[in-house]
């Protein structure tokens, strides 16, 4: 049985970081695109980052490009999204996907077959 858990959320004041982190276990992640997806209230879900199964090559969304990072560890079989400037959009439920999307599906949530419950980020001073 798969299973895809999220930790690492709270809460943070704007200008604060956060690190979140994906753990999977009952299957080997190395041969799997892995993404972050988040959801506000009231939203839909959007697309976060995504790294390639190497973890040579990752994809930011224009709103968290440059302030986001996400890094993988197969041997641990676990990723990571270190987001720094939070800001009050980025308010929402994270959750970890894995798939096999290739670089030009990353975007898109259909090509995830596994998902996680998520974990809360609240940004508000």
């Known amino acids: 049985q798969v299973q895809v858990v999220e930790s690492g959320g709270g809460l943070v004041q704007p200008g604060g970081s956060l690190k979140l982190s994906c753990t999977v276990s009952?299957?080997?992640?190395?041969?799997?695109?892995m993404a972050w997806f988040r959801q506000a209230p009231g939203k839909e879900r959007e697309f976060v980052a995504a790294i390639n199964r190497s973890g040579r090559y990752a994809q930011y969304a224009s709103p968290v490009k440059g302030r986001f990072t996400m890094s993988r560890d197969n041997a641990k079989n676990m990723v990571d999204l270190q987001m720094n400037d939070l800001l009050p959009e980025d308010t929402a439920i994270y959750h970890c996907?894995?798939?096999?999307?290739?670089?030009?599906?990353?975007?898109?949530?259909?090509?995830?077959?596994?998902w996680g419950q998520g974990t809360q980020v609240t940004v508000s001073s």
């Open positions: 009952g299957l080997t992640i190395t041969t799997y695109a």
């Open positions: 996907a894995l798939g096999n999307a290739l670089q030009v599906q990353f975007e898109m949530a259909r090509y995830y077959d596994y």
